[in-house]
């Protein structure tokens, strides 16, 4: 049975750090893109990264490149999402997915993923 546990969030002052991780389980991580997703009250469902666990390509939506950073452990299946320099905008729900269609990330365009398994959640609060 495929698993996937989110893990790290919690509450962080603006222009702070956190990295969540994605904990994988029941499938054999290199066959499927690895895509971290959002969600914030009253607004859209939003994919801001993507890893491809073959290779280590990734992916990153315009709203949190050159501040998120998605890696692999590669002694765990284990995926992290390392998020710097956090803005209110950042806080919600975050979710990892694997897509079950796609063994790699698209190289541009939103993120979205249409046939996936999902993780539950951990909650991101960026607050002062």
């Known amino acids: 049975q495929m698993q996937l546990v989110e893990s790290g969030g919690g509450l962080v002052q603006p222009g702070g750090s956190l990295r969540l991780s994605c904990t994988t389980s029941?499938?054999?991580?290199?066959?499927?893109?690895i895509g971290w997703f959002r969600q914030a009250p009253g607004k859209e469902q939003e994919g801001v990264a993507c890893?491809?666990?073959?290779?280590?390509?990734?992916h990153y939506a315009d709203s949190v490149k050159g501040r998120f950073t998605t890696s692999r452990d590669n002694s765990k299946d284990t995926v992290f999402l390392q998020m710097s320099d956090l803005k209110p905008e950042d806080a919600g729900i975050y979710y990892c997915?694997?897509?079950?269609?796609?063994?790699?990330?698209?190289?541009?365009?939103?993120?979205?993923?249409?046939?996936?398994?999902w993780g539950r959640g951990t909650q991101v609060t960026v607050s002062s």
């Open positions: 997915a694997a897509d079950l269609a796609h063994p790699q990330c698209s190289v541009e365009g939103r993120i979205d993923f249409y046939v996936a398994s």
């Open positions: 029941g499938f054999i991580l290199d066959d499927y893109a």
């Open positions: 890893f491809s666990p073959r290779d280590g390509s990734t």
